[in-house]
Each structure stands twice: as C-alpha cells, then as structure tokens.
C-alpha cells in the first residue's frame, strides 16, 4: 500500500470509485453521504457507464477507508479504481 493508492490526494485529478448503487436516488444519497467528509471539493457522478463511477476531487488529503465508511452508512460499496488509466 502507498500513500496514493491508500488516500485522495488534493487536486485536480482526483480518484475514481466505482459502486453498486444503479438509480440516480441511489448515487444523490451517496454523493451527499461523502460531501459531508472534511476535505471533499466535489464528487461528480458518471452515472452513463456501467458500472456506475464517481470522481472525488479533495482540498485536503482524505483516506480512501474514510470514503468507503460514508459509502456504507448509505448501503452501497464504493471500490477505488486503478491510479492511473492505461491507454
């Protein structure tokens, strides 16, 4: 484990999450769930792809363990996706 793959670092590219929630009401309650972590910018929701993703952008460093706790308060899972897309 490291320091990036184990925290949201502040700036702007962020760290994408996927989760199991499927309905807009599903993904609102998950992004107010983690809008109430000190530290969290934004979070932007990409509910067009399947797997529902959404982006965390941080002022501060914030543990990825921190955001899966707020993600599961609400009943639903929310996976960190890999550091650095391959293309």
């Known amino acids: ?16 999450f996927g989760t199991n929630a ?4 599903d993904l609102v309650k998950i992004k107010e769930s983690i809008s109430h972590i000190d530290g969290i910018k ?5 509910e067009d ?12 460093l914030v543990s990825v363990k921190e955001i899966q ?3 599961i308060k609400v009943g639903f ?4 996706k890999s550091l650095f897309e391959l293309k």
Do not use: Y
């Open 77 to 80: 899972h929310a996976i960190p």
């Open 69 to 71: 706790d707020a993600v």
């Open 42 to 46: 934004d979070v932007i929701i990409e």
């Open 49 to 60: 792809k399947f797997p529902r993703d959404f982006i965390i952008h941080t002022n501060t």
């Open 1 to 16: 484990m490291s320091l990036l793959s184990e925290n949201v670092i502040p700036g702007n590219h962020g760290k994408t």
């Open 22 to 25: 499927m309905s807009h009401s």
